[in-house]
Nanobody, 125 residues
Framework: VQLQASGGGLVQAGGSLRLSCEASGFTLNRPAIGWFRQAPGKEREAVSCLSTNNDNTYYPDFVKGRFTISRNKTKNVIYLQMDNLRPEDTAIYYC???????????????????WGQGTQVTVSS
C-alpha cells in the first residue's frame, strides 16, 4: 500500500486548496480512505473519510460545509477540496486507509492502519 499526498501550500485565510492522494498497491473500490491532519502540539485528527464501495462520506463538524472529499476512480486518486480555510486549519495533512475497513465513519473514528506521507498546509491570517 502506497499513498502519495500532494497539493499543500501557503494560503491566506478564506482561500482554497485542493489536496491529492495517489493510491497504489490496491484499488479504490472497497476500502475506506480518508484525510487526517496533525497540527503542532496537537493530536492527529480525522478531517474527512470516504467509503469507496458506496461513496458515503463522513466529515467532523469543524470542516462540514468547507471541505469536500472525492475520488477519481480511473486514476485511483482521492482529493480533498478545502474552501474558506482558517488559520486553525494549519497542519500536516495525511491520506490514510485501512484495507479491512469499508465504513467511512469507522475509519474516521477508529483510525487507519496505512498512512501516506504528509503535505503541509499553512493558512495565514
Amino acid at each position: 500500500v502506497q499513498l502519495q499526498a500532494s497539493g499543500g501550500g501557503l494560503v491566506q485565510a478564506g482561500g482554497s486548496l485542493r489536496l491529492s492522494c495517489e493510491a497504489s498497491g490496491f484499488t479504490l473500490n472497497r476500502p475506506a480512505i480518508g484525510w487526517f491532519r496533525q497540527a503542532p502540539g496537537k493530536e492527529r485528527e480525522a478531517v474527512s473519510c470516504l467509503s469507496t464501495n458506496n461513496d458515503n462520506t463522513y466529515y467532523p463538524d469543524f470542516v462540514k460545509g468547507r471541505f469536500t472529499i472525492s475520488r477519481n476512480k480511473t486514476k485511483n486518486v482521492i482529493y480533498l477540496q478545502m474552501d474558506n480555510l482558517r488559520p486553525e486549519d494549519t497542519a500536516i495533512y495525511y491520506c490514510a486507509t485501512d484495507l479491512g475497513q469499508a465504513s467511512s465513519y469507522a475509519l474516521c473514528h477508529n483510525g487507519p492502519r496505512d498512512w501516506g506521507q504528509g503535505t503541509q498546509v499553512t493558512v495565514s491570517s
